[in-house]
Structures are given as C-alpha cells and as structure tokens.
C-alpha cells in the first residue's frame, strides 16, 4: 500500500482540526459551556435583581402590652409587674374584670434594678 506524502497527511490531519488547532468535538463542547455560562450569568443578575427589588419588612418594634389589654387582664393579682413602654407598673388594685390606671404604681428603678439582676443568668 502506498503512503501519501507527509504533506498530504498533515493536510488532512488539518482538516480535522479548527482554525486554532483544537478538535471540532472540543470546539463545539467549548461553545456550549459558554453559552451556558452566559445563560447563568444572565438568570443569576436577575435573580439578583428580583431580590433585591423586594423590600425587607419593616422590622417590628417590640412593645409592650397596650395599656388597654392590661386594663382588660382578668388573670392580675395585686404585685404583678408588667413592662410598659415608660417603665415598669406594679399592680396594686384587685381581681376584677377590668381596672383603672390608679391600680397600677411605676416600679423605681433601683428596685427594677435588682430584680433584673437577680433573674439575669450567670455569666
């Protein structure tokens, strides 16, 4: 069997190739992952984008009971403590359905103080 010339075989195996020296099955392959890439860059901006649109709740203030629901407490005994927005209120009245504002005193502070303290966990 006769060999073609060394040039002709280095044509052909040319042909095989693409223009930068690589396998038509690599280039093709390097193509698709491309353009996947490009495909999940562009879905990963505008999944950034629809995040980012929506706004965070507002974070909601912690409160303290309303003076209404504590007027409306039927459970109150006299000594329990609640915390109010302007500190804390003892309450001096009796059970009863509903209670006024007189039945509760502010607790000073100094006596809040220590009782924080003294249910405060151990460090």
Same mark, same amino acid.
């Given at each position: 069997?006769?060999?073609?010339? +060394?040039?002709?075989?280095?044509?052909?195996?040319? /042909?095989? *190739?693409?223009?930068?020296?690589? +396998?038509?099955?690599? @280039?093709?392959?390097?193509?698709?992952?491309?353009?996947?890439?490009?495909?999940?860059?562009?879905?990963?901006?505008?999944?950034?984008?629809? *995040? /980012?649109?929506?706004?965070?709740?507002?974070?909601?203030?912690?409160?303290?009971?309303?003076?209404? @629901?504590?007027?409306?407490?039927?459970?109150?005994?006299?000594?329990?403590? *609640?915390?109010? @927005?302007?500190?804390?209120?003892?309450? $001096?009245?009796?059970?009863?359905?509903?209670?006024?504002?007189?039945?509760?005193?502010? /607790?000073?502070?100094?006596?809040? $103080?220590?009782?924080?303290?003294?249910?405060?966990?151990?460090?």
């Amino acid at each position: 069997m006769a060999s073609a010339p +060394a040039h002709a075989q280095e044509n052909r195996f040319a /042909l095989s *190739y693409g223009d930068d020296g690589q +396998a038509p099955a690599h @280039t093709a392959w390097r193509r698709r992952v491309e353009r996947a890439r490009l495909d999940y860059d562009a879905f990963a901006a505008r999944a950034v984008e629809v *995040y /980012l649109s929506y706004a965070p709740p507002a974070p909601r203030e912690k409160r303290a009971p309303g003076v209404t @629901t504590i007027m409306r407490d039927p459970t109150l005994r006299a000594g329990d403590i *609640y915390a109010a @927005t302007d500190g804390f209120m003892v309450f $001096r009245g009796r059970a009863a359905a509903a209670h006024a504002p007189a039945d509760f005193t502010p /607790l000073p502070d100094e006596r809040a $103080r220590k009782l924080s303290l003294a249910i405060a966990p151990a460090r």
